[in-house]
């Protein structure tokens, strides 16, 4: 039986922290036998805000690196940088003349990213989903591990992939519709600076969040600094304290103990005990993708093959998706071609 085609990609938008790791990246990793699967770096999604030239080409790599760092396995998984695979773009701009206006314009994400870019909001910015859904109906992915707050976009994916059957398809599916693959909970990592947020690259102090690269000294600061409560004692499941509820989980992850066991074992404790062994946990669990993290980004050279296979391979097949797209939208080519 062949396997099914699993999906994702993540902005080189600076560093990844460990709602990325525990809320997705892990996942992929936990369940990468059992899939085929393509994992980009999409660049072409990190100019619809603002971005910096200077630090595009070395943000692509660090997260590259991260990947290989957390555990993707080229064996089973195919690495690339979305930017190198022009048929991206191409599909993009095919898919959008198909795509309502109306379908974008009260997308969560677009409101919320408008909103908060003020007047310098692009074109591109109400595009975003439309070249997610190119990424995602390119490869035929099965299944798209993705976040809540993604599910809308995974929604608008399926819509265009319909519309693009129902319109050209002349009866076959020659996009697959995906579906979500959402991770069991307890892996929705929490700010460090309010509980009830989530962790997030945007969110302007870097002591909400703990980035994979932080350093010890770092991790303890922040642990020292974060947000807690003046209750005593420590539990998991009290609907006012949030950041206790993360805290615990987190060390939870980390330490791959159960939930019986942390709550057994931190009922007595005090903040003042807790953070020292939750500072330890991360920085014990982070120090070897760290390491590796070093040695992947002390090897230019090995990485840049790594991408360069990953690109060759999802090139072949966006290729085809996109010469099926082509043929079926009725684009003329010089005979003997395929469009
Ligand atoms: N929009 C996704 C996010 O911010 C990133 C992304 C782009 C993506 N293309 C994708 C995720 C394709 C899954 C599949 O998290």
């Given amino acids: 039986m062949t396997k099914q085609r699993v999906?994702?990609?993540?902005?080189?938008?600076?560093?990844?922290?460990?709602?990325?790791?525990?809320?997705?990246?892990?996942?992929?990793?936990?369940?990468?036998?059992?899939?085929?699967?393509?994992?980009?770096?999409?660049?072409?999604?990190a100019i619809t805000a603002p971005h910096d030239p200077r630090t595009l080409a070395a943000n692509t790599l660090t997260i590259a690196a991260l990947y290989l760092a957390c555990g993707i396995d080229l064996e089973y998984s195919t690495v690339f940088v979305q930017s190198q695979v022009p048929a991206h773009s191409e599909l993009t701009w095919l898919l959008n003349c198909l795509t309502p206006l109306n379908w974008l314009d009260d997308m969560i994400q677009f409101k919320e990213k408008a909103?908060?870019?003020?007047?310098?909001?692009?074109?591109?910015?109400?595009?975003?989903?439309?070249l997610m859904a190119a990424d995602i109906l390119l490869y035929q992915?099965?299944?798209?591990?993705?976040?809540?707050?993604?599910?809308?976009h995974l929604e608008l994916t399926r819509d265009i992939a319909d519309?693009?059957?129902?319109?050209?398809?002349?009866?076959?599916?020659?996009?697959?519709p995906p579906t979500s693959l959402i991770r069991a909970a307890g892996a929705r990592?929490?700010?460090?600076?309010?509980?009830r947020r989530k962790m997030s690259k945007s969110d302007p102090s870097d002591l909400s969040r703990?980035?994979?690269?932080?350093?010890?000294?770092?991790?303890?600061?922040?642990i020292k600094n974060c947000k807690t409560d003046p209750v005593r004692g420590l539990a998991f499941d009290q609907p006012d304290r949030p950041e206790c509820q993360n805290l615990l989980t987190l060390y939870m992850l980390l330490t791959g103990k159960s939930k019986d066991q942390v709550a057994a074992e931190t009922a007595p404790l005090?903040?003042?005990?807790?953070?020292?062994?939750?500072?330890?946990?991360?920085?014990?669990?982070?120090?070897?993708?760290?390491?590796?993290?070093?040695?992947?980004?002390?090897?230019?050279?090995?990485?840049?093959?790594?991408?360069?296979?990953?690109?060759?391979?999802?090139?072949?097949?966006?290729?085809?998706?996109?010469?099926?797209?082509?043929?079926a939208l009725g684009y003329w080519s010089p005979r003997g071609s395929k469009p």
């Fill in 270 to 327: 005090g903040w003042g005990q807790f953070k020292p062994l939750l500072t330890e946990a991360l920085i014990e669990s982070l120090r070897p993708l760290q390491n590796r993290y070093q040695a992947l980004i002390a090897d230019p050279s090995y990485l840049e093959e790594v991408l360069h296979q990953g690109s060759y391979w999802a090139g072949e097949i966006a290729h085809q998706t996109l010469t099926t797209v082509r043929q």
């Fill in 115 to 130: 909103l908060r870019q003020g007047e310098h909001v692009s074109l591109g910015l109400l595009d975003y989903p439309v």
């Fill in 141 to 152: 992915a099965d299944k798209v591990p993705v976040g809540e707050d993604q599910k809308q």
């Fill in 210 to 222: 703990i980035n994979l690269l932080d350093p010890p000294d770092l991790i303890q600061k922040k």
């Fill in 7 to 45: 999906l994702s990609g993540v902005q080189p938008t600076g560093n990844l922290h460990l709602g990325n790791y525990l809320g997705a990246i892990q996942g992929w990793v936990e369940g990468q036998k059992e899939f085929e699967n393509f994992f980009c770096v999409v660049d072409l999604h």
């Fill in 189 to 195: 990592v929490m700010s460090l600076s309010d509980g």
């Fill in 163 to 176: 519309r693009f059957n129902h319109l050209f398809g002349q009866g076959q599916v020659l996009l697959k």
